[in-house]
């Protein structure tokens, strides 16, 4: 991996163009000046910003990304880049177009990979995860990589070489999961079953980030570009639970990660999760986990 | 110590001269213990049915091996295998992209001589500059600190979280 200011490869007067690539690469940049690149055929790839806020197109589409998102880009689709804001700081890690092929190949084969084939060729859809992503772990994660990249720490390569494999194994099987999930839609074109996975899935995440907030249906559904009832069922059929059934799961495995790993008392994680009633979180932890938070906590 | 003595960059050799036996610079390589001792923060091989090796079991061929630096969570964990290990003087496993790394152990002039040879990497300019230079760096470190370990027990490795972006981790 290279650790390179932000590419001039994308620009139109310029050669070669992804999706080229002999290796994956790093591009990361303190911007001095406003950037801009016009739209070409990408890569696949995951883009942040460290600082400041980013305009990626993704087939025309405006994809915003601030830190703490990641956005996915799909290996063919049309990316263009805008970045008005001074001192904003891209950072673009664009995979060898055969690495994602061979990971697959090895997560359904094992390690006996067929390198006789053309892998690349192969017909493995990497679509579904092709979205913006609200993940701080994977945002710091692809932030070590730029360290890494000028780093003078023994097999820094290698390492970073690891850091990338197990980051796409990740992304590989979260799009496995999510092309499983998706074939729960009752919906007749695999293009519609995409399109609202990946709506739900937005809403999704963005649920993750802020079940402790007081968060409605109706928020939630207009991320998700539909009206309340239509998500609710989308949202069902997907993962056979509802938003709400989904949130105070995520409240109760909060609380019980809080009372696990905290001193706070049960009371302030009853509201830090976002409960306002005690009695019903303790009533709600107890089904879930068989034991009343305090007890919990003893045990 | 350490030599690179190849124009060819699809491989290199590394020597180093111990004042130790041929036994004890075997057992630092080709037991998890002994490995932990100056190169890995943690190395797990496994047999061929999967089961783990003891610390100072010897590690046997066609063992599979996942291992953990210092300075790195488990989450930064390489995986190989083991091609060789003759329980005297010749170990050799799968590394960085998977290329063979050899171990051999000699004397020379009344020391111990380790040698190890990285070969079969790819000779494009990028795996030059990455694994062709990073490796031999990495492994002129190590190779180091293997000698003070089996000469004087000072380990030179960085344990310390706090500090990064150093050859010694």
Not at chain 1, 154 to 167: G, Q, T
Not at chain 1, 254 to 273: F, G, M, R, S
Not at chain 2, 43 to 62: C, L, M, T, W, Y
Not at chain 2, 94 to 112: A, D, L
């Amino acid at each position: 991996m290279f650790l390179q200011s932000l590419p001039t490869s994308l620009n139109v007067t310029n050669a070669p163009t992804p999706p080229v690539y002999s290796d994956h690469f790093l591009y990361s940049e303190q911007l001095q000046r406003p950037y801009e690149c016009p739209e070409r055929p990408s890569g696949m790839g995951l883009l942040i910003t460290g600082k400041g806020n980013c305009d990626f197109y993704v087939n025309g589409i405006r994809n915003r990304v601030h830190q703490h998102t990641v956005l996915f880009v799909n290996r063919s689709s049309q990316l263009a880049i805008r970045i008005l804001e001074k001192d904003a700081a891209p950072t673009l890690l664009f995979f060898n177009s055969r690495l994602p092929d061979l990971i697959q190949q090895s997560l359904i084969h094992g390690d006996d990979v067929p390198l006789d084939e053309t892998v690349d060729t192969l017909p493995f859809d990497f679509s579904f995860l092709e979205r913006m992503h609200h993940d701080p772990d994977l945002h710091q994660t692809i932030s070590s990589l730029i360290a890494l990249g000028s780093n003078c720490s023994s097999f820094a390569s290698l390492k970073a070489d690891i850091i990338i494999r197990n980051l796409f194994e990740d992304l590989l099987k979260e799009n496995q999961d999510a092309f499983r999930l998706s074939k729960n839609i009752h919906a007749m074109k695999a293009a519609t079953r995409l399109e609202i996975f990946k709506r739900v899935s937005l809403a999704k995440d963005w649920m993750e980030e802020n079940f402790h907030s007081n968060i409605t249906l109706e928020e939630i559904a207009a991320l998700a570009a539909m009206n309340s009832q239509h998500f609710l069922r989308m949202f069902r059929q997907i993962y056979h639970i509802t938003p709400h059934q989904y949130l105070i799961e995520l409240k109760l495995k909060k609380a019980k990660h809080l009372l696990d790993t905290t001193q706070q008392t049960v009371t302030e994680i009853c509201h830090a999760i976002g409960f306002e009633s005690i009695f019903s979180f303790s009533v709600l932890f107890k089904k879930r986990f068989d034991f009343a938070p305090s007890h919990f906590r003893k045990a | 110590m350490g030599q690179l003595t190849t124009s060819d960059f699809s491989e290199f050799k590394l020597r180093v001269n111990i004042k130790t036996t041929v036994e004890n610079a075997y057992k630092a390589w080709a037991t998890p213990a002994g490995l932990e001792s100056w190169f890995l923060r943690k190395a797990v091989f496994k047999n061929e049915k999967g089961e783990s090796r003891k610390a100072d079991d010897p590690i046997q061929e066609k063992d599979d091996y996942t291992i953990f630096f210092h300075g790195y969570p488990d989450s930064v964990a390489e995986k190989g295998k083991v091609l060789q290990a003759n329980g005297k003087n010749l170990f050799s496993f799968t590394f960085s992209k998977g290329c063979p790394v050899s171990i051999s152990i000699y004397q020379e002039h009344n020391e111990i001589m380790v040698e190890l040879f990285e070969s079969k990497l790819p000779t494009d300019e990028q795996t030059i500059i990455r694994h062709y230079i990073g490796d031999s760096k990495g492994w002129i470190f190590y190779l180091t600190n293997l000698k003070s370990i089996l000469e004087g027990g000072l380990d030179l490795r960085n344990k310390n979280e706090e500090i990064n972006n150093v050859i010694t981790a």
